[in-house]
């Protein structure tokens, strides 16, 4: 879920946000002690529960001191609460290894491909030069109104942690002028001389499928 910190206005004033509980909870992060293991005691966010049972032995915790159950952190406060900071689900099998070792093909060649085909020649006849001539349109015209501008509504954007609200704008319009019908248009000719053209290219052919060759190897993570 996003947080606001700030809210920008339209005029320019910016104000910031205050959480204190968040405030509070930090500072108890702040005040950490020490890591007391993992317990089979049941706690929830709030619970008072001390003394919490850690590998079979009753431990109190004090003010910082910090627990795991059920793939949880929770942080022992100084009003005597526990405090949730941390969630463990969804991490992956190496998050509770110092290391890991795979297999993987580190070098190796890919081989070039190659095409194989016949050369095509196409021939035909196309009119490479003229003018269009006698071409004549009579139209009837209107003046409509043209929209330049669709204007804009008031916008409310998130900038990191700040809402900022700006205005927006009316939409503006113009004069243009348009055809409402056409009135006569006249016939069009066409003169031009033939010529010759010539393609040639590769149309059809294989490409050889490529390969690769390589020498197993060994990768560790850590």
Same mark, same amino acid.
Do not use: C
């Given at each position: +879920?996003?947080?606001?910190a700030e809210i920008t +206005?339209?005029?320019? $004033?910016?104000?910031?946000?205050?959480?204190?509980? &968040?405030?509070?909870?930090?500072?108890?992060?702040?005040?950490?002690?020490?890591?007391?293991?993992?317990?089979? @005691?049941? !706690?929830?966010?709030?619970?008072?529960? $001390?003394? #919490?049972? !850690?590998?079979?032995?009753?431990?109190?915790?004090? *003010?910082?001191?910090?627990?795991?159950?059920?793939?949880?952190?929770?942080?022992?406060?100084?009003?005597?609460?526990?405090? $949730?900071?941390? $969630?463990?689900?969804?991490?992956?099998?190496?998050?509770?290894?110092?290391? &890991?070792?795979?297999?993987?093909?580190?070098?190796?060649? #890919?081989?070039?491909?190659?095409?194989?085909?016949?050369?095509?020649?196409?021939?035909?006849?196309?009119?490479?030069?003229?003018?269009?001539?006698?071409?004549?349109?009579? +139209?009837?015209?209107?003046?409509?109104?043209?929209?330049?501008?669709?204007?804009? +509504?008031?916008?409310?954007?998130?900038?990191?942690?700040?809402?900022?609200?700006?205005?927006?704008? !009316?939409?503006?319009?113009?004069?243009?002028?348009?055809?409402?019908? #056409?009135? @006569?248009?006249?016939?069009?000719?066409?003169?031009g001389t033939e010529g010759?053209?010539?393609?040639?290219?590769?149309? *059809?052919?294989?490409?050889?499928?490529?390969?690769?060759?390589?020498?197993?190897?060994?990768?560790?993570?850590?």
């Amino acid at each position: +879920m996003p947080f606001l910190a700030e809210i920008t +206005m339209p005029s320019g $004033n910016t104000y910031k946000l205050k959480d204190q509980e &968040a405030r509070d909870l930090i500072q108890q992060l702040f005040n950490y002690h020490e890591y007391l293991g993992v317990t089979t @005691t049941p !706690i929830t966010e709030g619970s008072t529960t $001390n003394p #919490v049972t !850690i590998s079979g032995e009753s431990v109190t915790a004090v *003010a910082g001191d910090v627990v795991t159950y059920e793939n949880q952190e929770f942080v022992w406060s100084s009003v005597g609460t526990w405090q $949730n900071f941390a $969630n463990l689900f969804g991490l992956g099998a190496l998050a509770f290894k110092d290391s &890991a070792s795979g297999n993987f093909t580190p070098s190796g060649t #890919v081989s070039q491909p190659t095409f194989t085909g016949s050369e095509l020649t196409s021939t035909g006849k196309f009119t490479p030069a003229g003018s269009v001539s006698g071409t004549a349109v009579t +139209m009837s015209k209107t003046t409509i109104k043209n929209n330049t501008s669709a204007g804009s +509504m008031p916008t409310f954007t998130v900038s990191g942690e700040t809402l900022v609200i700006t205005d927006g704008a !009316i939409p503006t319009f113009s004069d243009v002028s348009v055809a409402t019908d #056409v009135d @006569t248009v006249t016939d069009p000719s066409f003169s031009g001389t033939e010529g010759d053209v010539s393609v040639k290219g590769t149309p *059809a052919g294989t490409v050889s499928q490529p390969t690769f060759s390589g020498s197993q190897g060994s990768v560790t993570v850590r």
